[in-house]
């Protein structure tokens, strides 16, 4: 690959790999326009701070574009999704794969390793006891005793 076109791909992944971006893209995929209300629902948990600043990169970038219904893809934003089309197949089959591995994972614990009585239930901890100091000039025993009026005389 040429240093031109790795230059392309490395700029179009930045891109794409703000936060958010590929969900903003994604949620306009159907090729209905969607305000920016319905698109801050569709794309879920983004900020409006956060949507306001993906959108304006993604128009900058030509992905998306701004019209009287709200906002769409653009035809570039249309030929990326497409090419990304396989995406989704591939994410049902990847999560699949997760869940079989998680189940198997599951399953491959020992039965003798799983408690068999209920655990007693977990005191508090002790307070913390200070330990001794190593200077033995500061230790207590070698400290003064205090006279009756409240003066040290040493």
Known sequence: MSTKENAAISQLLALL???????VLWALRDGHAQTFRL???SVGGITPNTL???????????LVGHGSDGYSLTLSGQ??????SDLQAFAGKWQ?????????TATAVPAAAAP???AAPVSAPAPPVSAPSADPL???ASAPAP????TSHG
């Open 52 to 62: 306001n600043t993906r959108i304006k990169e993604l128009r900058e970038a030509g």
């Open 96 to 104: 699949l794969g997760q869940q079989k591995k998680a189940a198997a």
């Open 79 to 84: 030929d990326l999704l497409k090419r990304l």
């Open 39 to 41: 698109l801050q629902d």
């Open 116 to 118: 068999t009585a209920p």
């Open 138 to 140: 500061a230790s207590p």
């Open 17 to 23: 790999e703000a936060r958010y971006a590929l969900r």
């Open 147 to 150: 006279s009756g009026d409240g």
